[in-house]
């Protein structure tokens, strides 16, 4: 008769077992040393500290949807799908998004609008809740609306909307155009013989540290809309595109330089990359 013997094994290994069985090793968290007599208390400590490093393991994986429509999207349609966006990033029951469209042609006011730079008082127009002044969105115009938590990346406007102008500079430069700032005159501009034309416009706004709207960058939009309105107040600038300015490009490749330069600035240790 043969006799059998159980394998005992320890029930817990220490690290340098692990390592010698090529298993990976658990994060140990950082906790300074102290001298509690509490064994509860530790134990609390060591479940928080744990917990705490799953969650931001969490949110830095937590991919950002990316959201691009075919189709010409209705202006009163999209500010109801971010408001409702707006309001699910807020209780954590959805991603952040950037959405890529183009509207139907329409005439928007930003809170500093001014009634009196609305030159065609017949054309279709909406109030909007996003900060500047007169614009237009159609056809061939893209429009990218960020809904982002800025309180996970840096809860403060001003940088991001110079995030925003950088995203729209460092894009424009992959087709060989300088887009830049002009001191006192929102959006991104490009130099022309008699001063600046231009290309690209910003208004956001924010709800709890949640951004929405976002930016439009003009491809190959009909500029004669623009004579309809002073675009954001500004009388003595024209207005330009990717198209005008010899970038004969497609949507779809000045979406995927968008997407580039997201990245660098919003998700890979950017300025504005989750926290």
């Not at 010698?20 to 509690?36: E, G, T, W």
């Not at 008699?194 to 009909?222: C, D, E, Q, T, V």
């Not at 500029?223 to 497609?250: M, W, Y």
Request: proline residues 4%.
């Amino acid at each position: 008769m043969v006799r059998l013997r159980r394998l005992e094994l320890p029930r817990v290994l220490s690290h340098s077992d692990l390592n010698a069985a090529r298993l990976p090793v658990p994060p140990q968290p950082h906790i300074k040393d102290h001298v509690c007599d509490n064994k509860t208390i530790c134990i609390l400590q060591v479940k928080y500290y744990i917990n705490k490093y799953i969650v931001r393991i969490i949110r830095l994986t937590d991919l950002i949807e990316w959201k691009i429509s075919n189709e010409l999207i209705d202006y009163d349609f999209a500010i109801l799908e971010m408001e409702k966006r707006v309001l699910d990033i807020k209780r954590n029951s959805k991603k952040e998004l950037v959405w890529l469209l183009e509207h139907k042609s329409i005439f928007t006011a930003g809170t500093s609008a001014k009634n009196e730079d609305l030159i065609n008082n017949k054309v279709e127009i909406r109030y909007t809740g996003r900060g500047g002044q007169w614009t237009w969105h159609g056809p061939g115009q893209r429009v990218v609306y960020l809904m982002l938590n800025l309180k996970n990346r840096l809860p403060d406007i001003k940088a991001y909307v110079y995030a925003l102008e950088e995203l729209i500079i460092s894009s424009l430069s992959d087709f060989n155009i300088n887009g830049m700032r002009v001191k006192n005159q929102p959006g991104v501009w490009v130099r022309n013989n008699n001063g600046f034309h231009k290309i690209a416009a910003l208004g956001i706004r924010i709800s709890s540290w949640i951004s929405y709207h976002g930016i439009s960058i003009n491809l190959n939009p009909n500029l004669e809309e623009f004579r309809n309105i002073i675009p954001c107040g500004i009388q003595d600038g024209g207005v330009t595109s990717l198209h005008r300015l010899n970038a004969k490009i497609s949507l779809q490749e000045l979406d995927y330089t968008l997407h580039k330069y997201f990245k660098k600035i919003f998700e890979e240790n950017g300025s504005f990359c989750i926290k």
